[in-house]
T-cell receptor, first 116, second 115 residues
């Protein structure tokens, strides 16, 4: 139980294009999903908290217009990196919490983004 | 403010030897504590968690951790490691912010198991 998937697992794009990453909770309903960014050999940096049906809450220093988050259903949240630049290249990981155990996050496998 | 400290950035250990990965936290309120493992180019997998009750928590893959409130620690242990345990280990504290639980992560400990 508590499986979270991400798609795609790896994406390469040209500078200036937009990339969408999907995060799905496969066997539970996720009222809240989180988006993290991880730099090489570093810990996870929380980018934003996404609640179903409402606007995402972004952490300080994260550009809302650059990292668009949509949480349209209880099983799907998307992160769109708009007008991507090489410095956006990173490993993006999502996590989800269920209705009954909101203190425990279950993580997706991550998406490796490379912007050329 | 809450924080999580993992003092050891790297821990080398020989196969079949015991290992302890240290985690200390600071918090003025009750916390929930977690250990996750991350293999290269993968997401985080939950090893174990402490929410309440028994301070000795057993997790997957033979790992266990002990919650020590007086020392504000939650160290992870395994009596005999395997090569396959080589990975990055993260300790995390779950805290509530405006009704939402968020994680505060430690900086991670790289466990390298040597043959």
């Amino acid at each position: 139980g508590a499986v979270v998937s991400q798609h795609p697992s790896r994406v390469i794009c040209k500078s200036g294009t937009s990339v969408k990453i999907e995060c799905r909770s496969l066997d539970f309903q996720a009222t809240t999903m989180f988006w993290y960014r991880q730099f090489p050999k570093k810990s996870l940096m929380l980018m934003a908290t996404s609640n179903e049906g409402s606007k995402a809450t972004y952490e300080q220093g994260v550009e809302k217009d650059k990292f668009l988050i949509n949480h349209a259903s209880l099983t799907l949240s998307t992160l769109t990196v708009t007008s991507a630049h090489p410095e956006d290249s990173s490993f993006y990981i999502c996590s989800a919490v269920g209705v009954l155990a909101q203190e425990t996050q279950y993580f997706g496998p991550g998406t490796r983004l490379l912007v050329l | 403010a809450q924080s999580v400290t993992q003092l050891d950035s790297q821990v080398p250990v020989f196969e079949e030897a015991p290992v302890e990965l240290r985690c200390n936290y600071s918090s003025s309120v009750s916390v929930y504590l977690f250990w996750y493992v991350q293999y290269p180019n993968q997401g985080l997998q939950l090893l174990l968690k402490y929410l309440s009750g028994s301070t000795l928590v057993k997790g997957i893959n033979g790992f266990e951790a002990e919650f020590n409130k007086s020392q504000t620690s939650f160290h992870l242990r395994k009596p005999s490691v395997h090569i396959s345990d080589t990975a990055e280990y993260f300790c995390a504290v779950s805290v509530t912010t405006s009704g939402t639980y968020k994680y505060i992560f430690g900086t991670g400990t790289r466990l390298k198991v040597l043959a």
